[in-house]
């Protein structure tokens, strides 16, 4: 899952925070909620992170 700059479309659920406007496919949203979306800055660099309720099981790998 990543962002991108879209507009809405039927079947899309908006919604409003800190003055942006995030959409998503409905579908999608309840197949991953859910979904949170943070700006972070760390010593790696900077950027947005999109955490979701899908949980990784890569047979225990440290990346994921």
């Known amino acids: 899952m990543g962002l991108a700059l879209d507009e809405s479309k039927d079947g899309d659920e908006i919604f409003e925070k800190g003055g942006f406007t995030f959409v998503?496919?409905?579908?999608?949203?309840?197949?991953?909620?859910?979904?949170?979306?943070?700006?972070?800055?760390?010593p790696r660099g900077?950027?947005?992170?999109?955490?979701?309720g899908i949980k990784a099981d890569c047979g225990g790998c440290t990346s994921c």
């Open 46 to 52: 900077e950027g947005f992170v999109v955490k979701t």
């Open 24 to 42: 998503i496919e409905k579908k999608l949203l309840e197949e991953v909620k859910p979904v949170t979306v943070d700006y972070v800055t760390t």
